[in-house]
């Protein structure tokens, strides 16, 4: 399947839009902390998502290799063109919620393609708080593997105003990447698959109460 930001056309799209005014005040806060103390790229959110306007956050660990500036769009965004934006995308259409109702933020939203260690979870946590201030509509929050979970975990202890009880409704499932996927049984792969399908399917029931 091609995906949209393998169009020249679309990623001149969404690179024009990149200040769209419902994407502006999250870009600006990503121009902001681009390269703060030394952390590197960070990505934009695409104007093909929600923004502000998002009802659902979509949080996995890092940036992918194919949000990079230059060999990648520049840009958070299902339309990316790799494995791991096709599975989100898919997961998301079969559950009928559209590409405009989300935002897909990163546990640690600096580019470092692994794991992040303790001092960048915390980074990532008060990048996180502060995020959230900016999605008055924010009504579900999708966890998508063990990083997105744990940094969860660490907003509640260190941000408990923000993530207080019925704040939202949280959503936990594997990360979409083939690595969390993957076991040499058959049964497990299938398991696994289908709680990601089953937790798409409960975010789209979340929105439709």
Not at 38 to 43: D, S, T
Not at 126 to 138: D, K, Q
Not at 150 to 173: C, F, M, N, S
Request: aromatic share 8%; proline share 6%.
């Amino acid at each position: 399947m091609v995906r949209r930001m393998a169009d020249e056309a679309f990623r001149d799209e969404q690179e024009s839009g990149r200040y769209a005014p419902h994407v502006r005040a999250i870009n600006e806060m990503v121009d902001e902390l681009r390269d703060q103390d030394g952390r590197g790229w960070m990505p934009y959110v695409a104007p093909w998502h929600g923004g502000v306007d998002a009802r659902v956050l979509s949080v996995l660990r890092d940036p992918g290799p194919k949000t990079q500036d230059g060999s990648g769009s520049g840009f958070l965004c299902m339309e990316n063109d790799d494995a791991t934006a096709e599975r989100q995308c898919t997961g998301f259409t079969e559950a009928g919620i559209d590409a405009r109702v989300t935002t897909p933020w990163n546990a640690y939203p600096w580019y470092i393609n692994r794991a992040p260690n303790a001092e960048e979870r915390r980074a990532g946590v008060t990048v996180l708080a502060r995020l959230l201030g900016l999605l008055p509509r924010l009504e579900v929050v999708l966890l998508q593997g063990v990083d997105a979970q744990d940094i969860w975990r660490r907003l509640e202890k260190t941000h408990p105003q923000l993530v207080g009880e019925a704040q939202y409704e949280v959503v936990h499932t594997y990360h979409p990447g083939r690595q969390a996927l993957w076991s040499p049984d058959p049964a497990i792969r299938a398991a696994r698959e289908q709680q990601r399908h089953d937790s798409y399917q409960q975010v789209a029931q979340a929105l439709q109460r």
